[in-house]
């Protein structure tokens, strides 16, 4: 049996376009630029729109029946199709049973379609109130989390502060003993153009010659 082949249920990226965008084109700048704003009418899916349309448009300019007034409660008028719906679904069955060739189902089926299409209607008016609330619980975490950081961050501060002065509190006052140790870094390094494991002229190594010193300072 030939292994059944893997069908996504998404379609394919255009790699004739995908291919443009490539390391190299994106270095060198080549990449295609964005399609320019829409200034003049445009179809999706199939429904013609204007860029001035509102953002939801209103039932009369879609040629649809309005059944609410225009003012109106969103809350009541959803009640009152939701209550509408259920009544027609239940007429739908019992004309489906009793009498399936009947033209009142298809009367009936189109009353409904109307009844979704008004409730429909009345949920999309809510989604620029949406967007503006989605818009702000986003600022508020963006803030909170800001604030959060900046809280962690003076933490962290004052206790590296704290360290730094528990560091300087035990370093011991200088004295006499300790200034005798100090070396003179010029001494300690080496002539520029020498290495390491170059001899002095009188036969020692560097890094012996430095250890006597240090010795004798003792």
């Keep these: 049996m030939s292994e059944t082949a893997q069908v996504s249920s998404l379609p394919l990226p255009p790699m004739q376009y995908v291919t443009l965008f490539s390391e190299e084109n994106i270095k060198r700048g080549r990449t295609p630029r964005p399609p320019p704003p829409i200034t003049d009418n445009y179809s999706m899916f199939g429904s013609p729109f204007n860029t001035d349309d509102a953002v939801i448009r209103p039932l009369e300019s879609q040629n649809i029946r309005r059944l609410y007034p225009n003012n109106y409660d969103h809350r009541r008028e959803l009640k009152k199709l939701n209550h509408s719906i259920t009544a027609s679904f239940l007429d739908l069955v019992d004309i489906c049973i ?121």
């Design 98 to 218: 009793r009498n399936p060739e009947s033209e009142a189902r298809a009367t009936k089926i189109d009353d409904l379609t109307l009844l979704f299409i008004h409730m429909h209607h009345l949920v999309n008016e809510f989604r620029p109130h949406q967007a503006r609330e989605t818009l702000k619980v986003m600022l508020e975490q963006q803030n909170r989390q800001r604030l959060e950081i900046a809280e962690r961050f003076r933490r962290h501060f004052d206790k590296a502060w704290e360290l730094v002065q528990q560091a300087i509190s035990t370093i011991p006052e200088p004295t006499e003993s300790n200034i005798k140790l100090l070396i003179d870094i010029e001494r300690v390094q080496p002539l520029e153009g020498n290495s390491n494991n170059q001899a002095c002229g009188n036969g020692c190594a560097e890094e012996d010659r430095v250890l006597c010193q240090i010795i004798d300072l003792l």
